[in-house]
């Protein structure tokens, strides 16, 4: 799932998804306080667009130029910072934001778990880290894509530091539809804390 990966899928239609912020994020973030958000895998920017609406001040973070393209066009009014860049290999300022957003995001479990500590480092102290994904259960596994060789909310979770207060860690019926063409009904979902 690479650049060139991402660039074909977005580019094989003038939308690929709703436009609309995802269902985690407007549920777990609506009664945070605005400070600096990162939004990590940005897409089309709906959730980093959501979140400047609100009055955070928005880094939003995707790997494809095609969807960051988009996202731009779609929030001229805005002030977001558009990045183009992978977190995975480069990973963001440690402990400046007050909200990390990760929502459906394929993360890569990887020995040593770097780029998933490089994401934790950046929730800044008293700061939120919150991770949206698809249940397991409703997620296929085939040749081109085992579920099983990413980061679940779950998993995360239970990296976590007695550093971090967990404030949500379930699996929930989703409060928007699912993306055409897929049968994803529950979400898996974590909220927590980094200790002040």
């Given at each position: ?45 709906a959730?980093?667009?959501?979140l ?84 397991l ?12 060789d ?14 971090w207060?967990v ?8 409060t ?21």
């Amino acid at each position: 799932m690479n650049q060139q990966f991402w660039d074909e899928r977005y580019g094989s239609s003038d939308q690929l998804f709703s436009g609309n912020p995802n269902g985690v994020l407007v549920t777990e973030a609506s009664d945070l306080t605005p400070g600096q958000a990162l939004e990590v895998g940005c897409g089309e920017g709906a959730d980093a667009i959501w979140l400047a609406r609100r009055g955070w001040q928005v880094t939003a973070v995707d790997i494809s130029r095609v969807a960051l393209e988009r996202a731009a066009a779609a929030s001229a009014d805005l002030d977001i910072s558009w990045q183009h860049g992978d977190p995975t290999t480069t990973p963001p300022p440690a402990g400046a934001f007050d909200l990390v957003s990760v929502q459906y995001f394929p993360l890569l479990r990887e020995p040593g778990h770097s780029a998933l500590r490089g994401l934790l480092a950046a929730v800044a102290p008293g700061g939120t880290l919150l991770v949206g994904g698809h249940d397991l259960a409703d997620l296929p596994s085939d040749a081109d894509f085992d579920p099983a060789d990413y980061y679940h909310p779950a998993d995360i979770a239970a990296l976590l530091d007695d550093g971090w207060t967990v404030l949500v860690n379930e699996t929930r019926a989703r409060t928007t539809p699912p993306p055409p063409g897929t049968h994803h009904t529950r979400d898996t979902v974590l909220k927590a804390r980094r200790a002040r």
